[in-house]
């Protein structure tokens, strides 16, 4: 199974593909270097499988890479950045206990 992460700005989400096929994706509400992502979907057929998993990190190294910020306000978000700590800087310091980090 080969996945790839990538953003599609024209629709302000970032997507994951498995296999060539859409998979799921984030939504994102950008402002200036500010990234609020309010909703995650993993297609039923993939659910189980870790995609939605792999679909948040991707999008939240590309955010890192590009020297934004994230606020996480899908309730999965801050699930993977517990789980994966070192995004933990890609949310703003003041906006960390609204989102439970």
């Given at each position: 199974m080969t996945t790839s992460v990538q953003d599609n700005p024209g629709d302000s989400r970032f997507e994951i593909t498995v296999d060539g096929e859409l998979a799921g994706f984030v939504d994102y509400r950008k402002d200036g270097d500010e990234y609020a992502l309010?909703?995650?979907?993993?297609?039923?057929q993939f659910e189980g499988q870790g995609i939605g998993g792999r679909l948040i990190t991707?999008?939240?190294?590309?955010?890192?890479?590009?020297?934004?910020?994230?606020l996480?306000?899908?309730?999965f978000v801050p699930k993977v950045i517990r789980d994966n700590p070192t995004f933990?800087?890609?949310?703003?310091?003041?906006?960390?206990?609204?989102?439970?980090?």
């Amino acid at each position: 199974m080969t996945t790839s992460v990538q953003d599609n700005p024209g629709d302000s989400r970032f997507e994951i593909t498995v296999d060539g096929e859409l998979a799921g994706f984030v939504d994102y509400r950008k402002d200036g270097d500010e990234y609020a992502l309010p909703h995650t979907r993993v297609f039923s057929q993939f659910e189980g499988q870790g995609i939605g998993g792999r679909l948040i990190t991707g999008a939240l190294e590309e955010i890192a890479a590009r020297g934004g910020s994230v606020l996480p306000y899908c309730p999965f978000v801050p699930k993977v950045i517990r789980d994966n700590p070192t995004f933990l800087d890609l949310v703003p310091v003041d906006q960390r206990a609204t989102f439970g980090l």
